[in-house]
């Protein structure tokens, strides 16, 4: 009876691992910003910030971070997945978007003198925050499929602009910050839902 509890448990686990493979590898650097701004480029105002003793990305007045990664062979086909968390200052009670943070990327060709082609742009209605309450954390994702050609994905860090709504100085801020590659849609699909 025990043998048989031990394979039950074995298929069971084996059964679990395929539809939630183990963690991918993160393919962002500093992607907790533990090191500063290191690994990112900034634009505009874009700063780490320490709040509540957690160093994070913040950015202002329609400032950004990115990042480019190279894909390693094979990634073509496969699932680009982008997770993180944000917090926004700014909750406008109409709806606008102005002020809220939102995950944005390039799938690009090999670096070319000029930078290269961009061959997809990676945006998706769930990388955009949408907190309830100011100062409020949640999560962000998306996920894309390698378009033939790629060869490195540009990693942004946003703050959201409605037109007619301008910036007020409010900050956008984000932590936790993934970019995996996973084979299929549904692995995908299951590494948004477990992330925390």
């Known amino acids: 009876m025990t043998a048989l ?6 298929i069971v686990l084996l059964g679990l691992s395929s539809l939630c493979p183990a963690q991918s590898t993160n393919f962002l650097r500093n992607p907790d910003a533990d090191l500063g701004e290191a690994s990112w480029r ?3 105002e874009a700063t780490v910030e320490t709040i509540e003793g957690n160093p994070c990305f913040v950015v202002r007045n329609g400032g950004s971070f990115f990042q480019d990664v190279e894909l390693p062979d094979g990634a073509v086909g496969q ?3 982008f997770i993180g968390r944000a917090a926004s200052e700014r909750i406008n009670d109409d709806g606008k978007i102005t002020g809220l943070p939102y995950l944005y990327g390039y799938m690009m060709e090999e670096e070319k003198p000029g930078g ?3 061959l997809a742009y990676l945006q998706s209605q769930q990388m955009l925050a ?4 100011k100062d409020q954390w949640v999560n962000i994702k998306g996920y894309f499929k390698v378009p033939e050609k790629t060869k490195r994905i540009r990693f942004f860090l946003n703050q959201a602009l409605h037109r007619d709504v301008p910036h007020n100085g409010s900050a956008a801020r984000f932590d936790n910050l993934g970019l995996y590659l996973v084979v299929t849609r ?5 590494l948004v839902q477990r992330y925390r």
């Open 79 to 81: 699932y680009a997945v």
């Open 116 to 118: 290269g082609r961009i």
């Open 130 to 133: 949408s907190p309830r309450t």
């Open 42 to 44: 900034a634009s505009g």
């Open 186 to 190: 549904e692995e995908a699909e299951a």
């Open 5 to 10: 509890r031990l394979l039950l448990t074995f």
